[in-house]
């Protein structure tokens, strides 16, 4: 059995990760490959969850979701993610939606795709401690909320 070195294994993770995504995807993978080379010249790996492909708008087509939660640095263990949650990109026709969130789930309400994303207590007046989501619909050509 050969072994890969070390190098050539860690750049066909990273090349698989990104495999599949769009242009804007691709360009948010390599900006955080980017920074996390920044910092110490870290490494980036990406697990398998960092792009979903789902309906956001209720088209039919699919569009994009990039989870930072999925990426980690070998040299600084919160770059991309912090009390408030992990960055959370959306991209619908190329044009992309940043969200902070510490979790997220697509909802079927009567065939309306809807984002939930659990966010930072203070958002709901709270603490970090306090439970609190977003409901995000797609509406008018853009993601829509209470008193958005």
């Given at each position: 059995?050969?072994?890969?070195?070390?190098?050539?294994?860690?750049?066909?993770?990273?090349?698989?990760?990104?495999?599949?995504?769009?242009?804007?995807g691709d360009a948010i993978i390599q900006k955080a490959r980017q920074e996390c080379q920044s910092f110490e010249n870290g490494v980036l790996e990406i697990t398998d969850k960092a792009i979903t492909r789902v309906d956001l708008t209720g088209d039919g087509e699919p569009?994009?979701?990039?989870?930072?939660?999925?990426?980690?640095?070998?040299?600084?263990?919160?770059?991309?993610?912090?009390?408030?949650?992990?960055?959370?990109?959306?991209?619908?026709?190329?044009?992309?939606?940043?969200?902070?969130?510490?979790?997220?789930?697509?909802?079927?309400?009567?065939?309306?795709?809807?984002?939930?994303?659990?966010?930072?207590?203070?958002?709901?007046?709270?603490?970090?401690?306090?439970?609190?989501?977003?409901?995000?619909?797609?509406?008018?050509?853009?993601?829509?909320?209470?008193?958005?």
């Open positions: 059995m050969t072994k890969l070195p070390v190098s050539l294994f860690i750049a066909c993770v990273l090349v698989t990760a990104s495999a599949g995504a769009s242009d804007a569009d994009e979701l990039v989870d930072s939660r999925a990426f980690s640095c070998s040299s600084a263990a919160s770059l991309f993610c912090g009390t408030g949650g992990c960055s959370l990109s959306a991209i619908v026709g190329g044009s992309t939606t940043e969200f902070l969130a510490k979790g997220w789930r697509i909802v079927d309400w009567d065939g309306q795709p809807v984002l939930l994303l659990a966010v930072h207590g203070s958002e709901c007046g709270g603490t970090n401690l306090r439970r609190c989501y977003n409901a995000m619909a797609w509406s008018e050509g853009a993601f829509r909320s209470v008193g958005q």
